[in-house]
């Protein structure tokens, strides 16, 4: 299957500082690409579609602001957690699909397990 | 929009009993439905899929089957391992459209030895 690395894979940080998490797909162009964030035991809560060429959009109730979302290329997407507080501290996960063929079917990173101090 | 409920939420097992995970589905719209399993502190990997123009699919120990007319699909693994023990997850979308998954709230499955 389609391979998504993601980077870090653990980062802890102190408050108010901000924390870049990239997202990219190592075998196939992804147009589009999903940041999701997932609490302790929960399922995943999508947080925006970042889309390559032009601006994500977000779902209700996350800030644009706060999580800033930039796809600048076909195979990275990264996700900035700027001004960081504890309530920030979740496991944030992205997704892709190949734009050429089943889209809809989607891979995960691994994951970036973010602690803000 | 799309919402999936998913059922049930924990499910225990002795190994080598069959599991089954339900979902259902309100959006008559959706044609692509995957099952994603996620092991503690890793990623969701895809285990298996089913397009709604097929009613059943089979991969060895794990089977899909959907119901178009009632909008709900089933996750079947048969003889489970320890191995299995994991979340499972199930999502729907619009295959060739906003293909945006939505998931269902997870299925912790215990597979005791």
């Known amino acids: 299957g389609a391979v998504v690395s993601q980077h870090p894979s653990r980062v802890i940080c102190k408050s108010g500082t901000s924390v870049k998490i990239e997202c990219r797909s190592l075998d196939f162009q992804a147009t589009t690409m999903f940041w999701y964030r997932q609490f302790p035991k929960q399922s995943l809560m999508l947080m925006a579609t970042s889309n390559e060429g032009s601006k994500a959009t977000y779902e209700q109730g996350v800030e644009k602001d706060k999580f800033l979302i930039n796809h600048a290329s076909l195979t990275l997407s990264t996700l900035t957690v700027t001004s960081a507080h504890p309530e920030d501290s979740s496991f944030y996960i992205c997704s892709a699909g190949p734009a050429d063929v089943h889209q809809e079917t989607q891979y995960f990173g691994p994951g970036t397990r973010l602690l803000v101090l | 929009g799309e919402n999936v409920e998913q059922h049930p939420s924990t499910l225990s097992v002795q190994e080598g009993d069959s599991a089954v995970i339900k979902c259902t589905y309100s959006?008559?719209?959706?044609?692509?439905f995957p099952w994603y399993k996620q092991e503690l502190g890793k990623r969701p990997q895809l285990i298996i899929d089913?397009?709604?123009?097929?009613g059943e699919k089979k991969d060895q120990r794990i089977a899909v089957t959907l119901n178009k007319t009632a909008k709900h699909f089933s996750l079947h693994i048969t003889e489970t391992q320890p191995e299995d023990s994991a979340v499972y997850f199930c999502a729907a979308s619009i295959s060739g459209g906003s293909y945006i998954p939505t998931f269902g709230r997870g299925t912790s499955l215990i597979v005791h030895p």
């Open positions: 959006d008559s719209a959706s044609n692509y």
């Open positions: 089913i397009r709604s123009n097929v």
